[in-house]
C-alpha cells in the first residue's frame, strides 16, 4: 500500500530509469509532484539545514550542463539539501518562487529564501552556498 500511495504523490524509492536516476545516487532529490514536494518540504522548513533547489527544465540546455555541477556539490555539501523541481511538472511551485528563467536556483533555510543565482553561473552558486551552510 505504501509504494502504491508514493506512486500516486509522484514519488518513488526505486531508481527512475531514466537520467534522473545519477541525481538520486549522487544526493539530489526530484520531486515530481507537488503534493510530494509539499510533505517534503514540510517535514523540513524548520531545520537550519540549507536546502538549495534546483528549478529547472528537461528541454534546457543550462539546466543540463549544471547537472553533473550539482551533483558534485551534494557530494561535497552533505549537510546541505539539494532538491530538483522540473518546472513544467511543477508550475505552481515555480510560479510559487517567482521562477522565470532556468536553471534558477533558489537556498532556503526554515523555509525563508535566503539568496538565489538564476542562470549556470557554477562559482556564484557555490559561492552562496559556502556562504549559507553553517546554521
Not at 539530489?28 to 537550519?48: C, G
Not at 536553471?103 to 526554515?110: A, E, G, Q, S, W
Request: charged share 25%; aromatic share 8%.
Amino acid at each position: 500500500m505504501g509504494s502504491f500511495l508514493s506512486s500516486l504523490l509522484g514519488y518513488s524509492d526505486s531508481a527512475p530509469e531514466d537520467s534522473s536516476s545519477s541525481s538520486q545516487a549522487s544526493g539530489v532529490l526530484a520531486f515530481h509532484s507537488s503534493p510530494r514536494w509539499q510533505l517534503h518540504f514540510n517535514s523540513i522548513k524548520e531545520t537550519p539545514k540549507l536546502m538549495v533547489i534546483d528549478f529547472s527544465a528537461s528541454w534546457c540546455g543550462p539546466c543540463k550542463f549544471m547537472e553533473p555541477v550539482l551533483n558534485d556539490m551534494a557530494a561535497s555539501f552533505t549537510e546541505v539539501e539539494f532538491v530538483k523541481l522540473d518546472v513544467d511538472e511543477l508550475p505552481d511551485v515555480a510560479q510559487e518562487y517567482g521562477v522565470q528563467a532556468m536553471p534558477t536556483f533558489v537556498l532556503l533555510k526554515k523555509g525563508k529564501e535566503l539568496d538565489r543565482v538564476v542562470g549556470a553561473q557554477k562559482n556564484d552558486l557555490e559561492k552562496k552556498i559556502q556562504k549559507h551552510k553553517t546554521p
